[in-house]
C-alpha cells in the first residue's frame, strides 16, 4: 500500500518531478511486484495448510517473476547512487547530465537486464526432473528448495547461479561504496553544518535501503551452496519479500519534507473531490 502511495504521488505532483523521485517510484513499483509475487501464495498456505497445490510450470512462473523483480533492483539503487554523487559532487552539471532522458534510458535498461538475466536459470530448471517429492519446503517457490527437489546432478548450476549473485549484487555494490566514498568525502568538506546535514538527508535514505537491501541478499544468494536450510531461507526470504517492502515507504518519505508537504496536498485534493 505505502510502495503504491509513493508511486502515485511522484507521478501526479510535479513537485517531485526529479531523477531522484523517478529512481524511487520505480524503486517502489519493484518493491510493490515482489509483495504482490510472494504475499498472496504466502497467505493461501497459512491460511489453508495441506490445500496449496501448485504446478511445476507455475512454479517456475512465479520464480521467474521474482528473481527478475529482485534482479531489477540492484542496477536501479546503482544508479539511485550514482544520482545521488552527482547531485552532491557535480551539482552544477547534474540537470544536463540526468535529463529526463537519460533517467528514463537507465530505467529502461535495469528492467530488461532484470528479466533477461534470469532467462537461463528459467530454461535450466526445466531441464531437471524432479522425483524426490512434490512437496516445496517454503512458502513461495524458492529456488534452493527447488532444486532439493531434483533426482539430478545440481552443483554445476548452484556454482553459475552463485558466480551471477556475484556478477549482478557486487558490480551494483562496488559503485554504490564509491560514490558513497565520494558523497561523504564532498559532504565533510562542507564548513557549515547545517550545509553537511542538508547534503547528507539526500542521501541518508537510500544509504539505509542499501545497508538493508544488500544485507538480506547477501545472506541468501552469495553462497555457492543455493541449498540452505528451509528455515533460514524462509526467515531471509520474509525479509526481503515482506519486511524490507513494508518499511520503504518509512525509510523514504519519514524525513522527506517536499515528499510529506506533496502527499498531505494529495489527502486533502481526495478529501474536496469526495465532498463535492
Known amino acids: 500500500m505505502g510502495n503504491s502511495v509513493i508511486t502515485v504521488i511522484v507521478c501526479a505532483d510535479k513537485r517531485l518531478q526529479s531523477p531522484m523521485y523517478f529512481f524511487l517510484s520505480h524503486l517502489s513499483v519493484l518493491e510493490t511486484l515482489t509483495t504482490t509475487i510472494v504475499v498472496p501464495v504466502m497467505l493461501w498456505g497459512l491460511l489453508l495448510p495441506g490445500v496449496q497445490k501448485i504446478s511445476l510450470t507455475s512454479c517456475v512462473a512465479q520464480l521467474f517473476l521474482y528473481l527478475s523483480v529482485e534482479t531489477t533492483e540492484f542496477p536501479l539503487l546503482e544508479a539511485m547512487a550514482v544520482d545521488r554523487y552527482l547531485a552532491v559532487c557535480n551539482p552544477l552539471r547534474?540537470?544536463?547530465?540526468?535529463?529526463?532522458?537519460?533517467?528514463?534510458?537507465?530505467?529502461?535498461?535495469?528492467?530488461?537486464?532484470?528479466?533477461?538475466?534470469?532467462?537461463?536459470?528459467?530454461?535450466?530448471?526445466?531441464?531437471?526432473?524432479?522425483?524426490?517429492?512434490?512437496?516445496?519446503?517454503?512458502?513461495?517457490c524458492d529456488r534452493g528448495q527447488l532444486l532439493k527437489l531434483s533426482c539430478d546432478d545440481t552443483v554445476f548450476t548452484e556454482f553459475i547461479f552463485f558466480l551471477m549473485a556475484i556478477f549482478i549484487i557486487v558490480d551494483?555494490?562496488?559503485?554504490?561504496?564509491?560514490?558513497?566514498?565520494?558523497?561523504?568525502?564532498?559532504?565533510?568538506?562542507?564548513?557549515?553544518?547545517?550545509?553537511?546535514?542538508?547534503?547528507?538527508?539526500?542521501?541518508?535514505?537510500?544509504?539505509?535501503?542499501?545497508?538493508?537491501?544488500?544485507?538480506?541478499?547477501?545472506?541468501?544468494?552469495?553462497?555457492?551452496?543455493?541449498?540452505?536450510?528451509?528455515?533460514?531461507?524462509?526467515?531471509?526470504?520474509?525479509?526481503?519479500?515482506?519486511?524490507?517492502?513494508?518499511?520503504?515507504?518509512?525509510?523514504?518519505?519519514?524525513?522527506?519534507?517536499?515528499?510529506?508537504?506533496?502527499?498531505?496536498?494529495?489527502?486533502?485534493?481526495?478529501?474536496?473531490?469526495l465532498k463535492t
Not at 547534474?94 to 528479466?115: E, H, K, P
Not at 544485507?215 to 531461507?233: D, H, I
Request: glycine share 4%.
Open 172 to 273: 551494483s555494490l562496488i559503485t554504490t561504496i564509491v560514490s558513497y566514498t565520494y558523497i561523504i568525502s564532498t559532504i565533510l568538506k562542507i564548513p557549515s553544518a547545517s550545509g553537511q546535514r542538508k547534503a547528507f538527508s539526500t542521501c541518508a535514505s537510500h544509504f539505509i535501503f542499501v545497508i538493508i537491501g544488500y544485507g538480506t541478499c547477501f545472506s541468501l544468494y552469495m553462497k555457492p551452496k543455493q541449498m540452505q536450510a528451509a528455515e533460514y531461507s524462509k526467515i531471509i526470504s520474509l525479509l526481503i519479500s515482506v519486511v524490507t517492502p513494508f518499511l520503504n515507504p518509512f525509510i523514504f518519505t519519514l524525513r522527506n519534507d517536499k515528499f510529506k508537504e506533496a502527499l498531505g496536498d494529495g489527502v486533502k485534493r481526495c478529501c474536496q473531490f
Open 94 to 140: 547534474y540537470n544536463i547530465i540526468m535529463s529526463s532522458r537519460t533517467c528514463n534510458w537507465i530505467v529502461i535498461a535495469c528492467w530488461v537486464f532484470g528479466f533477461l538475466s534470469e532467462i537461463w536459470s528459467l530454461y535450466d530448471i526445466f531441464q531437471f526432473s524432479y522425483c524426490k517429492s512434490n512437496q516445496l519446503d517454503h512458502f513461495f
